[in-house]
């Protein structure tokens, strides 16, 4: 039996018998769900039977608790060889460039022509490749096509009619009908957009540790939150909380379920969750993405989907470095690991996948929209700083208290801005 270690909460440690002398080891560890974890140490296996005599040990998990963990191994210089990580995390582990193994002195090993510059570019900190991406992904809107026919409207198409369709699904569907469900964060993102486009500026500056918001775009940023709450276009946070959790994924909802709640503003990626726990009487549907006349930048949220990065601590570079390369290029690979890490950003498995029919329809056509807003120069890499964890829960914070009524909009807004502000210089 291989050796795997399970790191998920309640899972037992899979016995393994010891490494004979001269056997290599590398270490790798990700987080994710099941089908990602089965695919993967699938990989992994298919990896090792190239590779005589070495074994991967998988450390995986969930995603709670996965990058506490990974900052204690870092400190400690104990990280895996391999490891998954958040784009964003780029800019906590390695802010001069130097948190991680520069792929650059292993590009022979990398087949990096299977990558656009601009995904490359991605993982770049300080001159120095620190990560490659597994697949690209950004936000857009799911609707319910069905709920909408109920309600007597088309599918919105501007902001104008997403911001009207709350009044008409409360009077035809009922008080319990939304039109747009979504966890907090998701409002903050959808809700920066709409910013984004009026005002030509997301909440963070790209390039500098500010807020790059005026103080009039900020309030028109809190102002906006609450004109969705108080048109009856989300769901409200309290009453997501008082039904099993503020943060409990829509397709847990029952009100998602049956059609009460009809639109999502989600990842690309998770299309099919999303779509999974539908009745058969709902008919999941991708929106156009809503953008005010003259805006230049769309302001969809998009980065890396995950990356991977080797360890600046490892002592078998070249290895993981051909560990990696497998992983994200390998046609092998690709089958098996299927959509597990979203599209594949590298050309090969994509088109593999591709002729293959393993990409579905609507997954496509996401793909493709996002696609095209990229390649019009519609979307741009957010700074990494604004999904620092720290600035996360700040705007969590400040957002909750306008949900729950607690604070004034113009308090809200200032909030945003100077206490952002001094937040940003210290997280830099």
């Known amino acids: 039996m291989r050796r795997r270690t399970l790191l998920a909460a309640g899972a037992a440690t899979l016995a393994a018998p010891a490494l004979a002398a001269g056997e290599r080891v590398l270490r790798f560890s990700w987080w994710g769900g099941a089908s990602r974890h089965e695919a993967t140490l699938k990989a992994i296996a298919a990896f090792e039977r190239r590779h005589p005599g070495l074994k991967v040990k998988a450390e995986y998990m969930g995603f709670t608790g996965y990058l506490e ?8 210089r104990a990280e895996p060889d391999l490891m998954q990580i958040n784009w964003a995390w780029l800019a906590m582990f390695s802010k001069r460039g130097n948190g991680f193994t520069d792929l650059n002195a ?10 656009s510059a601009e995904d490359l570019q991605s993982g770049v900190v300080a001159g120095k490749l620190n990560a490659m991406p597994t697949s ?6 799911l609707w319910n096509a069905a709920s909408f026919a109920r309600a007597g409207l088309p599918l919105p198409r501007t902001w104008d009619e997403l911001f009207a369709s709350g009044a008409v699904f409360k009077r035809q569907l009922g008080e319990r009908a939304f039109p747009l469900d979504g966890e907090l964060y998701d409002m903050i993102l959808l809700t920066q957009a709409y910013i984004h486009q009026k005002h030509g500026t997301p909440y963070v500056d790209a390039k500098t540790p500010r807020v790059a918001m005026s103080d009039a775009a900020a309030l028109e940023w809190v102002q906006t939150y609450r004109r969705l709450v108080d048109g009856h276009v989300c769901t409200p946070l309290p009453l997501r909380a008082s039904l099993g959790g503020a943060e409990r994924p829509t397709e847990q909802q029952p009100d998602w379920v049956n059609g009460h709640w009809a ?3 989600t990842w690309d990626s998770v299309i099919g969750l999303r779509g ?18 003259g805006a230049t930048d ?15 601590n490892t002592k078998q570079p070249e290895l993981t470095a051909q560990l990696l390369n497998f992983l994200l290029t390998d046609e092998e690979a690709a089958r098996i690991l299927g959509r597990t890490r979203g599209a594949p950003a590298a050309k090969a498995p994509f088109e593999a996948l ?3 029919g393993k990409l579905p329809p609507l997954e496509l056509q996401a793909f493709e929209q996002i696609q095209a807003q990229k390649k019009a120069g519609r979307i741009s890499l957010p700074a990494p700083l604004f999904e620092h964890a720290r600035l996360n829960k700040f ?10 009524r607690k604070t004034s909009d113009a308090d809200a807004a200032a909030r945003l801005v100077k206490e952002g502000n001094a937040l940003l210089q210290r997280i830099k």
Request: hydrophobic residues 45%; charged residues 15%.
């Open 69 to 76: 963990r990974l900052t204690t191994q870092i400190a400690g």
């Open 106 to 115: 292993h590009k022979a090993l990398l087949s990096l022509d299977q990558f």
């Open 136 to 141: 690209y992904t950004a936000r857009i809107f």
């Open 263 to 265: 639109g999502n503003y």
């Open 276 to 293: 999974s726990t539908m009745n058969q009487a709902q008919k999941l549907a991708l929106g156009d993405f809503p953008t005010l006349p």
């Open 298 to 312: 769309s302001g969809m949220f998009g980065r890396p989907t995950v990356m991977f990065a080797v360890g600046r």
């Open 354 to 356: 591709l002729k293959a």
């Open 395 to 404: 705007m969590r914070e400040v957002f909750e208290t306008v949900a729950y």
